[in-house]
């Protein structure tokens, strides 16, 4: 049974920072293309950034020099750093698991930048 939990999710004020853990678990973690996105209310649910398993990174524009993702294969959890947080950020983010081109899906995790 295919299982991510994210973590690391809150309240931030507007400049603040978070970092965001996704742990997997009933995949080849290695292997798999790790991705989080985010769903702000009201929106669709958008791609935030990626790291496949071949090292491919790539991220959105609107978090490009501010958001960082990266995975320890070891530990089979990937990581959303989030620096200079503005309050557009806020939304529910979501871990997702390319594994053998099916799909898979973590609980959301959601995170709010107010003052």
């Known amino acids: 049974q295919v299982q991510l939990v994210e973590s690391g999710g809150g309240l931030v004020q507007p400049g603040g920072s978070l970092r965001l853990s996704c742990a997997a678990s009933g995949i080849i973690f290695s292997i798999s293309d790790m991705y989080w996105y985010r769903q702000a209310p009201g929106k669709q649910r958008e791609l935030v950034a990626g790291?496949?398993?071949?090292?491919?990174?790539n991220s959105a524009d609107s978090v490009k020099g501010r958001f960082t993702i990266s995975r320890d294969n070891a530990k089979a959890t990937v990581y959303l750093q989030m620096n200079s947080l503005k309050p557009e950020d806020t939304a529910v983010y979501y871990c997702n698991a390319n594994y053998f081109n099916k799909g898979y899906w973590g609980q959301g995790t959601q995170v709010t930048v107010s003052s």
């Open positions: 790291f496949t398993n071949g090292g491919r990174i």
